[in-house]
């Protein structure tokens, strides 16, 4: 394992520079991050886990984040993934009644995005 500054650095380098300490306003249901990473692909995403997987870094995903203290907190909280970054619609059939959506796309957003096809 290495110290916080090289996780930082591994999730920095993992996101092209979108991760950094958690702030105040960083926590679950009242359990404080150490720190937060903003994957903009699934390959960010996944290189993300990669180095919580090897840090052994306690992991929670948060989209806007409106709903984190909903269920049971946290015993531990390393590391929030915000998905927000994630806000693409990767596939539409519509006659299929098929949508493929990146995590991060809000449930409103994707319902007007549909809406016209």
Known sequence: MTGPAGVLDALRQATGGHAGPAGDGDAVDGVPARF????????EAAAVVRVAAAEGL?????GA???LGWGTPPRRLDLIVDTRR???????????LVVVA?????L???GERLAGD
């Open 102 to 106: 990146q995590a991060g796309v809000p």
């Open 65 to 67: 984040g409106t709903k």
């Open 108 to 110: 409103a957003e994707l």
């Open 36 to 43: 937060v990473a903003a994957p903009g692909s699934t390959a």
């Open 58 to 62: 306690a992991v929670v995903a948060r």
């Open 86 to 96: 994630l806000d693409r619609i990767v596939e539409h059939a519509a006659g299929d």
